[in-house]
Nanobody, 126 residues
Framework: QVQLAESGGGLVQAGGSLTLSCAASGRTFSSYTMGWFRQAPGKEREFVATISLFGSRTYYADSVKGRFTISRDNAKNTVYLQMNSLEPEDTAVYSC???????????????????WGQGTQVTVSS
């Protein structure tokens, strides 16, 4: 199975942008539905976005819809999260997750994923 490693987090001012990357090891990345989740201090893990095997289907949490874009490059074994118009409420540890899949489905609950990265901190200052 793949292993995941996120990068691209950091400190940004409100209204700014960041792009997170999640690089996967292995040669079967296109067999995995991918998702991004986030967890703020004292809060439960929250769904952010998900993308199907070849990127034809995406789904976003209402809180990020229109501001965040998930994409994937299967040739590079990488999934991205482009975050625009960042708000202080977006501050959290962002983690990518993977689920081996044979259909063009996506998933929004953390328990539906079985492979996780270590997370990357995103801090948005006001």
């Amino acid at each position: 199975q793949v292993q995941l490693a996120e990068s691209g987090g950091g400190l940004v001012q409100a209204g700014g942008s960041l792009t997170l990357s999640c690089a996967a090891s292995g040669r079967t990345f296109s067999s995995y539905t991918m998702g991004w989740f986030r967890q703020a201090p004292g809060k439960e893990r929250e769904f952010v976005a998900t993308i199907s095997l070849f990127g034809s289907r995406t789904y976003y949490a209402d809180s990020v819809k229109g501001r965040f874009t998930i994409s994937r490059d299967n040739a590079k074994n990488t999934v991205y999260l482009q975050m625009n118009s960042l708000e202080p409420e977006d501050t959290a540890v962002y983690s990518c997750a993977a689920r081996r899949q044979q259909t063009n489905s996506y998933y929004i609950r953390p328990q539906e994923y079985n492979i996780w990265g270590q997370g990357t901190q995103v801090t948005v200052s006001s």
